[in-house]
């Protein structure tokens, strides 16, 4: 089968495999929708997880069951896939101890494009199927339904962590996909006023179609200074951190009020440090909760999300500004997101016929 | 001064009264909207609360300060303020408990009409001022800034105490107004699947436009029956109940999956016991939790939820189906409550001239 | 192999079975110390889950692993290991959302001696083994390391369902074996004053032991009217339900303050109803939470609780009244929690030669 | 009447000033033992709040009511209260969003030595005295009791912000009065393992009697690598941060696994930033949660932890080593926080006659 692949660092081509073998309890899917991610191109271009060779690269999918294990009750060949970018070893203890993210290890529950191929090939494989596969509803459209599998799970888990209360105002710090998910689910927690910090036009009117009541661009000024002035220095209850680099901690503890929560979702992947402003964080007394997490997975997660599609609270096509059809188009998306050019929020290669 | 009293259980009239005395921290208002309350109703026709004499109804306004007592900090004569309905005793140790509803006494947070006059004066005393009214911004109408005080803290507490996740199937039994409200405060809080019970048009039209998904009526069928039906056995992760009567806690507990939360924001007055059905209830194994409680009040609880109003959130105005103009007409809105005709919601009365 | 079985309702007997046969992920060990439990007299003379032909009883065990399917990477034959009462199946959707105690149904995360064989035979089978079994200290002695597996669990479990703060005031009704470690917990979970209900003498010299600040004895008079004497009317801040019928539920919730909770850990196996008196109860609005849920099992949850041991948190031996060496004597012991004698808390059957 | 003042940055004396007036809802309360705390030092001698003139010092205390305000409903002079170094401002929003620390600002529950006279003279004042004060059990040792107004609460509040678990492992950064009641506290909230960070021979020994398990020695070696290897290379569940620099939140982090909390009660007086690890944060994803707060007061925690003490879960008294009788040894006592000498853990300075 032809595959998508990180040839090594800064180098990207297709490569022939075979299809990948599949034990009792996985499944073997092809993918139906794919959209490359930001992380993508830091694992290709920047190194974020060390050097692979002729890696497939890709973990947002939805798909088509082609073959299960003996041990699969749920699915069988035929049946149409969300397929979560996590998909934990779920026996394991992490499993038990409530962070399926980190099952086997610390964001070890991430395996598509970081420990196996990903979902840029004519097939990829799938551990524990019936706990790591979901049925698509027939109602989704694939490109809404491929935002779910990280896009959306990963912004969601912002404004999870962020423990939001009915009314609580909220600053999102960068508003590409993942921002944008923070700001769409930051909405659905119950937040009143929401802040989107960011710059790109296309991202601003689509933040504020997704609940975004204020826009702060961060080339207009510093925006601790912004924020504290459109609060009249008190700041906002939570903030989201969805973009930036290592210095938007520091950022979000200024802005935030005695018994806040700043939630990260973005991956930092460089600096030795995050750095907590010692005043603003209260001498370390000032009740400002710091959470960091990696995206929740599995089937559970990606039927609640579909769930949220379906009933109408949420709809996820905005993100998507470029549709391309057929399989061929993966490197042309990829690129994109590399390139960024101005009307880009989310790429999505259509391949199902 | 005038206002509308219950003069005995089954007597309402007109009284004549001194103006109230405020102390320090307290403060006069003068109401600008009101609304009669199903409570005023249990109040007066049922005893529910025990006799009372000459006592002036009502504990849903917003209003105009009139006057502060020397130690108010905030507020001065003519500020528009919102009036929660409860108004606790915040120098109380159940404050410290996190309880301020309870504050000096289980419930007695809840004073107007209640413990003291109510709100249908042409003047009425809150107590700790700068801790118990918040300034109504001037863009919400006073016809949705009145539901706030209420209809939209106790439905939105409904929601809270479900502890509902992103995607949670929840279904709200009784969707009066309260019911209204907890189903847009499910919503709100990120429900997928919400199903309504009830049957008045009106009510099932308006549950839509709060975000119910599904209907189930009473009348046609047994609804724990239709509710397992709609969700093939299985039942919701939440219930709210918002009203019925003592029953509805046996049929919750059959339509609630394990793990599930039943949330109870629905005053029961009748009835010895509400009873938990031991074998749904996995034989006290099952992991379904029953909360219920009086919806929060004071100064930052009004604040947080004008926000939802302010940036869009919430619309409450949804929820009023009679406006009348003129503080003279409270009687006939409170008999509103009382007949409850096909057409009725909430009925407001516009006082301010 | 041999077993000690229910042969059907109120008849228990010897039988001789094959050996079970383990699949790739399984163990199969053979008990060193086991335990009966009161819920094995439900089982047998009362029908509590219905009648079983032949099926070993017995859900409390240590053992040693005989056997290890091809999969189960972290036991081997020879080790020593703690078993879980609850041995869920960790590949199903109910673990996704937080509760194995009822994977794939409710309770259903409790297999031995209800859907499969128990632990009263010469081996037993135990399902996903990396995931349900711990290794045993060989500091813990056996009549200690059996108390986790069923009893720690469960009264533990009692304490952490009810919230208790530092300071919290707790009422334990029932000081049976489970209660006397809902007595343990609350201790370790932070509880000031710990008042047990309950009435035999080593009972009470054990709740002492273990924690208890006050006894009352229900023998003495009512217990609600005894504990609100006791703490001058107001009640306490935590209730666990280890123990009595379906009643303590309605004495739970009087004996409750507002805000507080009520923590059900007793297998409720008559009635049709448990009761909520309503007044109690703030008709709806006190915000006291009912909960109640079966043990959590797997592996982690032992360890945790074996490192309590190890650490000098608990010493579960003061349970052991009875000790017995020899295989044989399982029935015996059985009987025993039939009989209740005067001076029996639990019994244990060392095994090991 | 006389106090131990700051009469400067690194100036300190006695001043001779007026008895401090009440409000209404106030007492004056004359100290009947106290204890000076490392933050005295920090204050005057390193001018860790900046310059304060003839400020009277000193914030732990218990003492004698000696006057109320007419408001004051449930002390009267003659009662012997404990007094919470914090003593917020109950009637503020702050109390209502659930963090009375930060009454009116950031910190701003401390009062006493901080923006007020605090509780070195003859008398002291103390605002909100039904809420900030509570009745001292004559069973309770002054030494034990004074110990709750700070160091017990502001220890536990390490515990209780580390979100402990039964059975969770858990570093105790620094073993001073602070962080050997962050190990008690971890012990009452049922923590497995503690391991006790610090060297002085007194500390260890106190560290071991309230429930450390196992001690590192900075002086012998990187703490980083020292509980690493205690633990196999993975770390504990939990890190409570009472001691040392800025650095330490670089060391709890490397320490922690994947799922677990970092609590700090440290106040930290110097440096710019605290440094957050990016790798072994997870690269912002590791679900390590970074908590840190000024300890509770009020009543109602008094209570709750003279609970402690009265039903046997605490024993304080062992963090003094020192007792002096007199008022005129404060200077003596204070002294002694300075220059630290070798079996110093906390002095008292008992004022009754």
């Known amino acids: 089968m032809k595959g998508f692949a990180m040839l090594g660092i800064n180098r990207t081509g297709w490569v022939e495999k075979e299809k990948p073998a599949i034990g009792a309890y996985d499944a073997l899917v092809k993918p139906l929708a794919v959209s490359p991610c930001t992380s993508d191109i830091h ?53 038990q101890k409530g962070f399926h993210q980190h099952s086997n290890g610390m964001l070890a529950g991430w395996k598509f494009s970081n420990f ?41 888990h912002g404004a999870e962590l962020a423990d939001i209360e009915l009314g609580s105002s909220v600053a999102v710090i960068g508003i590409g996909p993942v921002g944008l998910m923070a700001v769409a689910g930051a909405k659905l927690k119950g937040a009143g006023r929401i802040i989107g910090v960011g710059s790109r036009p296309v991202c601003v009117e689509v933040a504020r179609f997704y609940g975004a009541s204020d826009i702060v661009n961060y080339k207009e000024g510093d925006i601790v200074d912004q924020i504290l002035a ?68 599995g089937r559970n997660r990606m039927e609640m999300l579909a769930d949220l599609v379906r009933y109408g609270r949420l709809d996820p096509s905005k993100l998507v500004t470029h549709v391309f059809h057929g399989f061929e188009h993966v490197e042309e998306a990829l690129m994109l997101m590399k390139d960024k050019p101005k009307d880009l929020i989310k790429p999505v290669v259509i391949i199902e016929k």
Not at 66 to 72: K, L, M, R, T
Not at 255 to 273: A, C, D, Q, R, T
């Open 43 to 95: 694992t290709v271009f920047e190194g974020a997880i060390g050097d692979r060779k002729d890696m497939i690269l890709g973990h947002e999918a939805v798909g088509e069951v082609v073959e299960v294990g003996s041990q699969v009750k749920d699915f069988k060949p035929g049946d149409r896939v969300i397929v979560p970018a996590i998909t934990p070893d779920w026996l394991s203890i992490e499993v």
């Open 116 to 156: 196996k191929d990903g979902v840029f090939g004519e097939y990829f494989h799938v551990n524990d199927a019936d706990m790591n596969l979901a049925y698509m509803p027939d109602d989704i459209p694939l490109e809404s339904a491929v935002m779910l599998v990280d896009m959306v799970t990963t912004g969601f």
């Open 230 to 297: 459109l609060t009249d220095g008190k700041g906002v209850d939570r903030v989201i951190m969805a973009g930036g680099g290592a210095e938007t901690l520091e950022q979000a503890i200024k802005i935030l009020k005695p018994g806040g929560v700043v939630s990260n979702v973005n991956y930092h992947g460089s600096g030795e440090y995050l750095s907590v402003p010692r005043v603003e964080w209260g001498c370390g007394m000032a009740h400002k909760t710091i959470r960091g997490g990696l995206c929740p997975g």
